[in-house]
């Protein structure tokens, strides 16, 4: 009991945050789970579903920037992201898997992305070059950050004076998710969402409805 206490006791001193995404990430526990949700990541529906191309326009992405996909995964959204930057623009193609990271890199081979760049994060820093990031993107990925505070400071650290860091999430909400998982798989509903980034040095500049009642994009910018 006293050694619990101690350990508490020092983990809040040194600022350590408790995992959060419990739910969230049970399925990418092993390659044959990570597997299955490749799956779904590469559903034929899903540029219907996702409208990456509204999505790169919305978000403001210009050629010449340089642009980081958090928690990339497969690499859907590199093409997108890797023609509306040009040659002149770059492309960070972030995750912390290994198996995720060699797909999204057969991704970028297949369609000669020459202006992608992967890079392996941890589950506390995406490992993005201070000070050279434009726009952050983390789509459908906030709620898998298990320490999110971390995440945010190493996000906030990689962005440009007047980067933004854009976040599109599911809503927790009984229809946005299939089956009604949205309640149990998303941490935090749009509210609380804004609240946490913000309290830690963020600020919103814009908030809309992304996919009618199934996801919002968000747009902040740092204090």
């Known amino acids: 009991m006293k050694r619990t206490a101690v350990f ?5 001193a040194s600022g350590l945050s408790a995992q959060v995404a419990t739910d969230a990430n049970k399925a990418y526990q092993t390659e044959q789970e990570r597997q299955s949700v490749a799956k779904s990541l590469g559903a034929a529906n899903r540029d219907e579903m996702q409208k990456p191309r509204e999505l790169v326009q919305a ?16 690499g859907y959204m ?24 060699a797909a999204a890199g057969q991704r970028v081979e297949n369609q000669s992305l020459a202006n992608v760049t992967l890079v392996k994060g941890t589950e506390t820093d995406p490992k993005l070059p201070e000070g050279q990031v434009d726009v952050a993107l983390a789509l459908d990925v906030y709620h ?28 927790k909400r009984e229809s946005a998710m299939p089956n009604g998982r949205a309640l149990t798989h998303i941490r935090l509903d749009m509210p609380d969402l804004i609240k946490e980034v913000e309290a830690n040095h963020f600020h919103l500049i814009m908030e809309k409805e992304h996919v009618r009642n199934v996801q919002y994009m968000l747009v902040l910018e740092k204090n």
């Open 144 to 171: 898998h950050f298990d320490y999110p505070e971390k995440m945010l400071a190493a996000i906030h650290k990689a962005l440009r004076p007047a980067g933004r860091l854009v976040i599109v999430e599911y809503y």
């Open 59 to 74: 978000v403001g992405i210009e050629p010449g920037m340089t642009v980081a996909d958090v928690g990339t995964g497969i």
């Open 78 to 101: 590199l093409p997108f992201l890797s023609h509306r930057v040009g040659p002149t623009g770059r492309v960070i193609a972030e995750d912390i898997f290994d198996d995720f990271l």
């Open 8 to 12: 508490l006791a020092l983990a809040l």
